[in-house]
């Protein structure tokens, strides 16, 4: 299913709900960053014994290009991305965030891991928490509501396991606890890359 903002729909056809599905034993929860990672997921999906809920962000349909292979291929579910590496600190996002996350990185003058993880349910907690181990730092950025958003789970997650390794509180860039807004307030509502850049700054500066 369609899901997300950003391109100015009606507010309840913009909602994030995917921590509604995650919160559902026994379903399995996707949402694809890019068009060769939105090819090999819904593949496994497709093939994958258990029910999935496959979300696809409505924001990155015509945002990104790039080359998709023709022949099948897949990619496994429940293991996460590290889309790039690095040593300051562990942004953490997934769906159309991933892209805004990238830009920020291409702008900072830290050094920043970014963890696309890709699949929700089953959540591939081992290489958030090597990442979160090795930064000392972690900001998870999500588009869905701040309260019982999935954000707040990566969080319990970093806090159970991590605890001794952090530098610095987790920090949580998200939508606010409201309904997405009407078209002209859309973009306040989306965490942009400059929220999210004062994420980073707050926690490097701790």
Do not use: N, W
Not at 39 to 62: C, N, Q, T
Not at 89 to 111: D, F, N, P, W
Not at 148 to 173: M, N, Q
């Amino acid at each position: 299913m369609q899901y997300g903002g950003g391109i100015k729909a009606l507010e309840h056809h913009s909602d994030s709900p995917e921590a509604y599905f995650v919160h559902t034993p026994g379903i399995k929860v996707v949402i694809p960053s890019t068009p060769y990672e939105a090819k090999g997921l819904l593949a496994s999906s497709i093939r994958d014994p258990d029910p999935v809920i496959f979300l696809e962000p409505k924001r990155i349909y015509r945002a990104i290009k790039e080359d998709v292979p023709d022949e099948p291929y897949t990619l496994p579910l429940g293991e996460a991305k590290i889309v790039r590496e690095g040593e300051d600190v562990t942004l953490i996002s997934y769906g159309a965030m991933t892209r805004t996350c990238k830009q920020v990185m291409e702008k900072s003058r830290h050094s920043i891991e970014i963890i696309d993880v890709r699949t929700l349910s089953p959540l591939d907690t081992k290489t958030i928490i090597e990442s979160v181990k090795k930064t000392g730092r972690a900001v998870i950025v999500h588009e869905a509501p701040r309260s019982c958003g999935f954000g707040a789970e990566i969080a319990a997650v970093i806090s159970d396991k991590d605890l001794l390794h952090l530098k610095a509180p987790v920090t949580r860039v998200t939508g606010f606890d409201t309904v997405m807004p009407l078209p002209k307030l859309e973009e306040y509502y989306i965490p942009s890359a400059e929220r999210i850049e004062a994420g980073i700054e707050k926690i490097m500066e701790f």
